[in-house]
């Protein structure tokens, strides 16, 4: 048994699958099955080992700031009433928080780059947080778009040379799709809400980010992975059945992703051919 949770397809996989499967099933009824996207995100960092904060490194304050993520999704969703501003002063708050987490390795920079990497950096946080936020009322989305930036990103992530985040972002794209699956299989919808989407939108930017601070991911990948939440958006026919929505959705989701995954191999390994 231990062999098979060492596994990597298992650890960034299958468990957190399984796992957001579980919650969302288990936390609809009290509009919580966004929890599915920090659960999957987490038993991941449990079966790799990384559940340690000293010395509190740039890769493990990704790991800190999406659980506090999913913390102020949880008081967004129980304790405030949404609007139109949440979705950008969420996405200011934790776009300074970003300069924070790789402040280690941007205070290394000269002036000009650090301000051009930080400022990226941030810029990229606010926007996935505020994109994803705006997809809160609508939880077949939320969930489309997370699957797909999460598997994205992870995909990403290991072609530039960095597993630890590969596997990050893949549990949470894959703990979406079992949010996702739940609905498709009720057939109706559950709630996405903060909690599955500033959790979504704030991690996967981290890791995205820290895929090209800390490791080989070309700048030119993040925008296109930015476009993922957009994408989901993208007016689908009316009176679709869940399951149709979900897979439609996924499909538009999933073609940036693809495309910054393409980029990321062109860069590291060349023209095929």
């Known amino acids: 048994m231990q062999d098979l949770l060492n596994h990597p397809a298992v650890q960034g996989g299958v468990a957190p699958f399984v796992v957001g499967l579980i919650v969302a099933a288990l936390f609809a009824p009290v509009r919580l099955a966004g929890l599915a996207a920090v659960a999957g995100f987490a038993v991941t960092v ?5 559940f340690h904060f000293v010395p509190l490194t740039a890769s493990r304050k ?5 659980i506090v993520a999913a913390a102020v999704g949880v008081c967004v969703d ?5 609007t139109r501003a949440s979705g950008p002063v969420l996405g200011m708050l934790f776009g300074a928080v970003a300069v924070w987490v790789f402040w280690s390795v941007l205070a290394q920079k000269e002036r000009a780059a650090l301000v051009i990497m930080g400022g990226g950096v941030a810029a990229l946080v606010a926007w ?13 989305r939320a969930g489309a778009a997370g699957l797909c930036l999460g598997l994205g990103a992870g995909i990403a992530a290991i072609l530039a040379a960095s597993a630890s985040f590969g596997q990050y972002g893949m549990a949470i794209g894959a703990a979406c799709g079992g949010f996702l699956l739940v609905q498709m299989i009720r057939g109706k919808t559950i709630s996405a809400g903060a909690t599955l989407t500033v959790t979504s939108g704030v991690t996967l930017a981290l890791i995205a980010s820290g895929a090209m601070v800390l490791a080989e991911m070309p700048w030119m990948a993040l925008p296109v992975l930015a476009l993922v939440p957009l994408a989901a958006w993208i007016p689908l026919p009316q009176r679709l059945p869940v399951w149709g929505e979900a897979i439609l959705a996924s499909v538009l989701a999933a073609l940036p992703a693809a495309a910054a995954c393409y980029l990321v191999w062109h860069s590291s390994r060349g023209t095929p051919g």
Request: charged content about 10%; aromatic content about 10%; glycine content about 8%.
């Open 46 to 50: 449990y079966l790799v080992g990384a």
């Open 128 to 140: 996935m947080t505020a994109a994803f936020h705006s997809l809160s009322e609508r939880p077949v």
């Open 62 to 66: 990704i790991i800190l700031v999406g």
């Open 78 to 82: 129980l304790a405030f009433k949404p």
